[in-house]
């Protein structure tokens, strides 16, 4: 068939160096490409370039004729190209999404790099939060009534805060250290598809703002999401305690694993340092010794310096995959 003859072409660039993962999520083996970029990409990201008709033109490797013209661009470009171009100055705190990240957090990569062209080398207008400050609205989970309310947020770059405000007319509700805040999509978790957690350290303790923007165009300063969250149940520092139920959090750049007593509490009920395995960390598959369950549940030991730390998975897919993450986080050096 006609449209069969340049598929050996096609294989042959996507098997060349950088063009195996898409080029804007990294997921392996990318059956689609933007023929107006020349570069390779999965199928999520291309339904996102389907939407920049103006930046990026999409075909299917398997199921698209390619005219000779097209493939030509191809292999003159290519991700490696691409990425020298459009990621030539990604600042270091930038979360670069995943394949398993959410479609807001890729479309807000995507546009950042093709459309804004935020991270072009001679790029010489500067983004919102480079250019000194950026301000809007945001809904933001109420502490105690639990409802959405619109606040004002302003983010300075030159003060390096950011701040919310309840009231026009008063200062700021919050002043939060730009340095100790990060922000996540939280799409499952606030039920909104532009949903974002904000999570920075208060008064010693770790605080959470839960909000959503009405179109998706939040602050795109996104810095790292949990390696993995979920419910588990603890017991206290005796191990006789009873076992409550919490929900976890784990954050392997500030190496902690937090726990809250619902998912959209405020504030954290208590965080465990995750240290490295020279100091006396680790993580163990079941109860340590001389604590006794009724039933066998799949359980998980945090060894500390200090003490252990007794946890009891919901199952035992959720248990290998606490202790993976456990286990990555601990054979990570300490960043100095």
């Not at 999520?25 to 020349?38: F, H, M, R, V």
Request: hydrophobic residues 35%; charged residues 25%.
């Amino acid at each position: 068939m006609e449209r069969d003859r340049h598929k050996p072409r096609l294989l042959e660039l996507q098997s060349a160096a950088g063009n195996g993962r898409c080029a804007d999520c990294g997921q392996p083996d990318p059956e689609w490409a933007s023929y107006k970029l020349g570069i390779f990409i999965c199928l999520n990201c291309s339904g996102i370039h389907r939407n920049l008709p103006e930046i990026s033109k999409v075909k299917s490797l398997q199921l698209d004729f390619w005219e000779s013209n097209l493939i030509e661009f191809m292999k003159k470009h290519g991700n490696l190209c691409a990425k020298a171009k459009y990621e030539a100055k990604v600042p270091p705190y930038y979360y670069i999404p995943q394949s398993h990240d959410c479609l807001v957090l890729k479309e807000q990569w995507i546009r950042a790099k093709y459309e804004r062209e935020e991270f072009v080398a001679t790029q010489v207008c500067q983004d919102p939060c480079s250019a000194g400050s950026h301000e809007g609205f945001l809904w933001k989970r109420g502490r105690e009534s639990k409802c959405f309310q619109k606040r004002r947020f302003l983010l300075s770059a030159r003060e390096g805060v950011m701040k919310y405000y309840t009231k026009e007319a008063k200062g700021p509700k919050a002043t939060i250290s730009i340095e100790n805040l990060n922000a996540m999509f939280q799409t499952e978790k606030i039920q909104h598809a532009h949903g974002l957690q904000i999570t920075y350290n208060a008064d010693g303790q770790t605080r959470n703002l839960f909000v959503y923007h009405e179109s998706g165009k939040l602050i795109p300063r996104i810095t790292r999401n949990y390696v993995k969250e979920g419910y588990m149940q603890k017991t206290g520092p005796k191990q006789k305690e009873a076992f409550k139920l919490r929900w976890f959090c784990l954050d392997s750049q500030e190496r902690n694993l937090t726990y809250f007593k619902n998912p959209l509490d405020a504030f954290a009920q208590g965080q465990v340092f995750i240290g490295t395995m020279d100091e006396g960390y680790e993580v163990q598959a079941g109860l340590p010794q001389g604590v006794r369950m009724k039933k066998r549940k799949p359980a998980i030991t945090v060894v500390t310096p200090t003490r252990e730390f007794v946890f009891i998975c919901e199952n035992d897919k959720e248990q290998r995959e606490w202790i993976d993450a456990l286990n990555g986080v601990i054979t990570q050096p300490l960043s100095g």
